[in-house]
């Protein structure tokens, strides 16, 4: 998984090289273990190798339909699940679409420092809690709201494996951060409404009011010699 987190970062970084006016956003495709993932509850299987979120869109949005292009001033959520020998790690960021409005550079701002906190906060021994409490904290300090309703997870064999890891918890509560544990932390923060509702297509998750949204992502994982981050170049 270290070797296959160096790789997801590098290819995630190459990704958003390409985010700019004008671009399609099915333009930026590579195998992926997103490509073909089919949950429980979705009546079909992923169709694209990379999730690309525009504004309103939380995660999971679908590159290829509808032909959607970038517009000077969106910001994207660019998501990528990466299988290397078997293991999967998970990663995403969210970039600005040229020039971006005061607000939307706070939103970004603020959900990249969420994940930064989150880990800072990690310790082996600690509890799934911590991670929850950083989160909230870096969303009360930008008075942001929350996305609870979707969250980090468990992964390595799988896309979605347990813990749940959510973006709002008490510090010490929850299961307890094991030597072994890998976990995919995912802050999401939007500029209005916490609630959320999942359009057609069965994947793309977005915020009610329709209010701008960010999305960071990190692999981590807890050693004996503590918090390795996977994904970070």
Excluded: W
């Excluded at 949950?39 to 032909?67: F, M, Q, R, T, W």
């Amino acid at each position: 998984m270290r070797e296959g987190g160096k790789i997801h970062a590098r290819i995630l970084k190459e990704v958003a090289k390409k985010v700019k006016p004008g671009v399609k956003t099915d333009e930026a495709g590579c195998t992926a273990s997103f490509l073909g993932y089919q949950p429980y509850d979705a009546k079909k299987p992923y169709p694209a190798a990379l999730c690309v979120s525009i504004n309103e869109e939380i995660v999971h949005g679908i590159p290829n339909e509808g032909g959607r292009i970038l517009f000077e001033g969106d910001i994207v959520s660019l998501d990528l699940g990466l299988t290397y020998k078997n293991f999967i790690t998970d990663a995403a960021l969210t970039v600005p679409v040229g020039k971006i409005s005061k607000e939307a550079e706070t939103l970004v701002r603020a959900t990249k420092e969420a994940l930064d906190r989150a880990i800072v906060a990690m310790r082996p021994h600690g509890h799934i809690g911590d991670i929850g409490d950083a989160i909230m904290q870096v969303a009360m300090k930008y008075n942001l709201g929350i996305i609870e309703g979707l969250s980090g997870h468990g992964v390595g064999y799988d896309v979605h494996e347990e813990p749940f890891v959510p973006n709002k918890a008490e510090r010490g509560e929850g299961p307890e951060l094991k030597e072994g544990l890998v976990i995919a932390i995912e802050p999401m923060f939007s500029l209005g409404s916490r609630d959320i509702k999942r359009l057609s297509d069965g994947y793309t998750f977005i915020t009610r009011d329709k209010s701008l949204s960010a999305h960071f992502e990190h692999t981590v994982a807890v050693t004996k010699n503590g918090i390795e981050v996977l994904t970070k170049l």
